[in-house]
Each structure stands twice: as C-alpha cells, then as structure tokens.
Nanobody, 122 residues
C-alpha cells in the first residue's frame, strides 16, 4: 500500500511559478513510475508529466512541454513538479500518481493523492 500526499499548490499570477511536491509513504515507491495529472472543473483528468524509476526517463504533455519539469528524490520518496511561465489555462487540481507501467494513461495508475489546487490569475 502506498500513500501519496501533494502540496505546494496555490494562487499565482500568469507568468509566475509554483513547485508541487508529492510525498510517498508505505511500500511501493521503489521501482515505480510516477506521474502528475490535472483536472479542471467540468473536465476530464489529463496527463501532465511522468518520470520513470529511478528517474532517467521523463515525458510531458505538449501543453506543458518546456514550462514544467518533473523530478524525483528517491532517497526522500518525493516527486516534484516545477511549473514555470504559468498560464490561466493551467488552473486545475493537480494529482500525483504511481504506476508499475510506463504509461500516460490515468487508468493504469494504481495509487493517487488527494490533489492540490493550482489557480493562475490573468
């Protein structure tokens, strides 16, 4: 069983930056791939970024490529999402998730955090 807890969300002006953190506890962080997803009100949950174990591979949605960076600290069981040049359309609840497979499909992720709200004002 793995527990995931996100933090770092908040309100920021367009063009600003935020760093989201995801703390993992319990068994399973090792040898697992991690992803970030987001869900805006009334919309589906969408893939944002993913990182492999131990961190040599990353992949991003086209909408965030060049602005967001995913990373992990395996000694601390942490995953991060650095978000720069934020836009109003980045406003959403952001979730971190864990999977044993290398995929961007939300349905393949086995464990999810509770989410953290990111609001970007114009």
């Amino acid at each position: 069983q793995v527990q995931l807890v996100e933090s770092g969300g908040g309100l920021v002006q367009a063009g600003g930056s935020l760093r989201l953190s995801c703390a993992a506890s319990g068994r399973g962080f090792s040898n697992s791939n991690m992803g970030w997803f987001r869900q805006a009100p009334g919309k589906e949950r969408n893939f944002v970024a993913r990182i492999s174990w131990p961190g040599d591979l990353t992949n991003y949605a086209d909408s965030v490529k060049g602005r967001f960076t995913i990373s992990r600290d395996n000694t601390e069981n942490m995953v991060y999402l650095q978000m720069n040049s934020l836009k109003p359309e980045d406003t959403a609840v952001y979730y971190c998730a864990l999977t044993r497979t290398w995929t961007a499909l939300a349905t393949a992720y086995d464990y999810w955090g509770q989410g953290t709200q990111v609001t970007v004002s114009s």
